[in-house]
């Protein structure tokens, strides 16, 4: 029986893993490429429920940057305001939140190896020794290609940067822009990171625009150029999201978790909340393979059950407003408007789970 896991990447899924792991006693190492851990984390964004971080169990608070009540989604001349009396979202300062992370796995006893970029060889001798190998390797995984997983056959092309001394004055909000002039596909988003600073972000599918080229374009909009509120830019930076789930994500005794298995929400991209719960998940498939023999391909299964209508249904809401362009999502703000919506989202929405929402709305409608 094998009891030691190899986790290839250092981000919040591998990390989680490794922590959940070593919290059941198993002995697992994480490989990271970079020199330290985070070290290109803020590549990324780091907007997160506030209920979806609470079934992590990561101690975030002193990741917190800013805290977020509301959202205006703009199309055309048409916005829609949703603002909840509650937190929503907080903003993490990403690295920090990696580090958080790495600290949390070590204390439970996984070791976290750093400036490693494991490749196909180590990975055929860590199978030939009976590891337990898991691909947390991000969205372009060397493990998938290597163990020959389903691709994921959709990515987003993402620049972002800070604007400082902005002089915006919405401090809680973030303002998010549907426009296939600039975002083709996807979208473009302001959020405040308090004290006079703004990250201004794009996305755009991948085989449209270029995706610097896409924020240069949408930073001439005079909504946007509202929204940013002046200020200098500094810290630009380009990345990838995967959108779509891989159709396996288990093999012998293989796994994949996070951006790697494609558990990231199509909607908005955000990928910490899925790909942490199903790190979850997969310590449990994992365990209960060393405790009582079970086949660690359940793992596939199990977080489907849990999470796979819910990604389906981001998958679905996306592919409807990438379909619908500008104009479409123009009309379709104004009709959740006039049908009373931006009051039951600001009551019921939920970032990760729009199927609670869906129930909610059958069962109750918008009376309430
Ligand atoms: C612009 C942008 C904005 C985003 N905003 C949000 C947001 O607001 N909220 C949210 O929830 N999500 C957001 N996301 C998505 C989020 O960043 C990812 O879903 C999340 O980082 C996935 O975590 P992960 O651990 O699965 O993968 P990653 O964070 O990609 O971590 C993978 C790690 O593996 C390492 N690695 C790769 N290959 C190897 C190798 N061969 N050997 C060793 N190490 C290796 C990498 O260095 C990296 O550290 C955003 C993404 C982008 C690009």
Redesign the pocket.
């Known amino acids: 029986m094998v009891n030691d896991v190899v986790i290839?990447?250092?981000?919040?899924?591998?990390?989680i893993l490794a922590r959940e792991l070593g919290r059941r006693g198993i002995e697992a190492t994480v490989?990271?490429?970079?020199k330290k851990?985070g070290?290109?984390?803020d590549?990324?964004?780091?907007?997160?429920s506030a209920s979806g971080l609470s079934k992590l169990g990561i101690g975030f608070s002193d990741a917190v940057v800013n805290s977020l009540y509301g959202a205006s989604l703009h199309a055309g001349r048409r916005s829609l305001h949703v603002r909840s009396e509650k937190i929503q979202a907080y903003v993490l300062d990403?690295i920090r939140l990696?580090e958080i992370c790495s600290r949390e796995a070590v204390d439970a006893g996984a070791k976290v190896v750093t400036g490693?970029?494991?490749?196909t060889e180590e990975l055929e001798r860590f199978s030939s020794e009976g590891k337990i190998i898991v691909g947390?390797?991000?969205?372009?995984?060397?493990?998938a290609r290597w163990a020959k997983f389903p691709p994921i056959e959709n990515h987003v092309l993402?620049f972002?940067a800070l604007f400082e001394k902005s002089d915006r004055t919405l401090e809680d909000e973030v303002d998010l822009f549907f426009s296939e002039r600039f975002a083709t596909g996807f979208f473009g988003w302001a959020v405040p990171y308090g004290r006079g600073i703004v990250e201004l972000?794009i996305?755009t599918r991948s085989g449209s625009w270029n995706s610097a080229e896409a924020f240069r374009r949408m930073l001439r909009e005079d909504s946007v150029k509202e929204a940013v509120g002046g200020g200098k830019m500094t810290d630009s930076?380009a990345?990838?999201?995967p959108i779509g789930m891989r159709s396996k994500t288990a093999k012998g005794n293989v796994l994949l978790?996070?951006?790697?298995a494609g558990?990231?929400?199509a909607t908005?991209?955000?990928?910490?909340?899925f790909?942490g719960a199903c790190a979850m998940i997969a310590a449990e498939a994992v365990a209960r393979h060393i405790d009582n023999g079970k086949p660690i391909e359940d793992y596939d299964s199990m977080w489907r059950k849990l999470y796979g209508k819910d990604l389906s249904m981001h998958r679905f809401i996306h592919a409807y407003y990438s379909r619908a362009g500008e104009a479409g999502i123009e009309k379709l703000l104004w009709v959740l408007d006039v049908l009373g919506m931006g009051n039951f989202l600001s009551k019921y929405g939920d970032m990760d789970r729009p199927s609670a929402m869906v129930k909610r709305f059958f069962l109750r409608g918008l009376a309430d």
Do not use: Y
Request: hydrophobic content about 35%.
């Open positions: 290839v990447g250092g981000g919040t899924s591998g990390l490989f990271e490429s970079e851990i070290d290109k984390a590549k990324a964004s780091g907007i997160l990403r990696a490693r970029r494991i490749g947390a390797d991000g969205g372009l995984s060397t493990v993402t972002k972000g996305g930076k990345s990838i999201i978790v996070g951006d790697a558990q990231v929400k908005t991209g955000g990928g910490i909340i790909g």
